[in-house]
């Protein structure tokens, strides 16, 4: 019989550009104030990159904390996925770039685009690989620049958007091993949504241009309806997979976009809200990286131990919803 094998998260890390942009900074580029953000988002403050810095530059300084964590070395990683939407260039990855400026060997490495799923959907990707024996220690990372993508004259938009970059090492253990590690993951699409949430220009459809409009476009209330809806869904039917009550879970890491959607969702849930992870009042939505971001400093700070059952779920552009049950 295939001997099928299990995904650990052996190390995380993760990292945040320096500047910081705040309400009262934003307060001095568009018609809005501090107090409208917090109340209608919860975010009080944003870092974001200077000109110059990238995505593999943030995704990097996160991988090489994550291999530190996993007491590994750079050599032992054998296979790169990122989640990203927001790559150095259209091509190629920055997995590649990862690959190069890690000195990991020349192990397969690709970027995964599922918008703000696309963490969660990396971690699919290495645990399905590791599960059939493919691989040993594989790099996932969340690393997203959204301010680069920004209009910074849209008060709708630019008040949410961030930069930051997260990351975990997920290596193999035997299936029988005490440890659960990865539970269940499941992932969805619905390409009814895509105008409700995309970057219009810069992409073959309009591409660059002297007339390129720089911005993402957005239907907030629409995409706010979905998204409580789309992670409720998603982690009741997690729950429902894989028999676990939600009293188990010691931990919920949602995607962090909207402070009142973290909350719509625990709501719905009927979930305990100081059981649900959330910093975006510091970090703002940096897309990929919110997850594993969330994740490292819940780590760092000794809100997540080893041993506790972690339910992650995720929506963005797309669009796209998944959760990942796993124990940590
Ligand atoms: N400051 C002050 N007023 C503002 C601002 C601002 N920054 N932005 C909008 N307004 C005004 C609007 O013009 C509107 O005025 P009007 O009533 O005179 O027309 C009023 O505030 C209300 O605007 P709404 O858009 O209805 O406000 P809402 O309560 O829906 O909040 C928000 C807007 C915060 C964008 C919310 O809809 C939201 O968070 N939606 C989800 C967004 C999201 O999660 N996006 C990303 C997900 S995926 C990814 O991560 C890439």
């Known amino acids: 019989m295939t001997k099928l094998y299990k995904a650990v998260v052996a190390g995380t890390g993760s990292f945040v550009p320096n500047k910081k942009l705040t309400n009262f900074d934003l307060e001095q580029m568009v018609e809005t104030n501090d107090e409208w953000i917090v109340t209608r988002t919860g975010i009080s403050e944003r870092r974001i990159t200077e000109a110059g810095e990238t995505t593999s530059d943030l995704a990097f300084e996160a991988a090489k904390r994550a291999i530190a964590d996993a007491n590994l070395q750079a050599e032992d990683i054998d296979l790169i996925i990122v989640g990203t939407v927001t790559p150095d260039y259209p091509f190629p990855a920055v997995a590649c770039q990862l690959q190069e400026r890690l000195g990991c060997k020349e192990v397969g490495s690709f970027d995964v685009n599922a918008t703000c799923v696309g963490f969660i959907t990396a971690l699919q990707i290495a645990e399905m ?43 193999r253990t035997e299936e029988n091993a005490e440890h659960k590690g990865v539970i269940y993951s499941s992932i969805h699409s619905n390409g009814e949504h895509v105008e409700a949430l995309y970057v219009p220009h810069g992409g073959s459809k309009h591409p660059y241009s002297e007339s390129y409009e720089k911005g993402i476009a957005m239907d907030g209330r629409k995409i706010f309806k979905l998204a409580v809806q789309a992670m409720s869904k998603t982690v009741k039917e997690t729950l429902a997979e894989t028999g676990y009550k939600q009293d188990d879970i010691d931990s919920i890491i949602p995607h962090q976009a ?71």
């Open 129 to 171: 690989y590791i599960k059939a024996g493919k691989h040993q220690h594989v790099l996932v990372v969340g690393a997203d620049t959204l301010s680069k993508l920004t209009n910074y004259t849209d008060r709708s938009t630019c008040i949410l958007f961030s930069d930051g970059a997260g990351a975990f090492v997920l290596s």
């Open 258 to 328: 909207n402070q009142r959607i973290i909350e719509a969702v625990a709501n719905q849930l009927d979930y305990p809200l100081e059981k649900v992870i959330s910093n975006i009042k510091y970090f703002g939505n940096n897309s990929s990286a919110t997850i594993p971001l969330a994740f490292d400093l819940a780590v760092k700070e000794g809100k997540i131990k080893r041993g506790d059952l972690i339910m992650h779920t995720a929506f963005g552009g797309g669009l796209v919803w998944g959760s990942l049950l796993m124990q940590y």
